[in-house]
């Protein structure tokens, strides 16, 4: 969850200039299963959408919106995600492929995209990413 407070902020300080989704893919600890003893949440594998989307429900995201992934993985195995993963979209590209998590997720990375997209628009028309 520490990891979710700092995407947080990068999404505050870039909300002029970048949309953000946070996807909610399988739980990659369920409680049923792998179990992570530093989890916040006891959260059990999720056998339908609905489980999945009360578990995604669990995640108090200020300033971005939330989704959740289909139950056959669909956004996860199209970006290769698990367990996860940072994008920028621009004009439906992916533009920004942050490396696999937990150990290639790098939120510098992404700041340092971010801050050198708001140079190069600055003084022109602002143009809305989605990450």
Known sequence: MTRLSAYQR????????ADSLLVYIEEAHPSDGWVSSD????????????????????LDV?????????MDNSSNSAYGAYFERLYIL?????????????EGYRLSEL??????YRSDVEGSKAVVLHV
């Open 39 to 58: 989890a916040p949440y006891q959260i059990p594998r999720h056998r339908c959408l609905e489980d999945r989307l009360r578990a995604a429900r669990l």
């Open 111 to 116: 700041r340092d995209w971010l801050e050198r």
């Open 90 to 102: 621009k004009d439906q590209r992916v533009v920004y492929q942050g490396g696999r998590g937990p």
């Open 62 to 70: 200020q300033g971005s919106a939330v989704a959740v992934d289909t």
């Open 10 to 17: 990068v999404v505050r300080q870039y909300a002029e200039i």
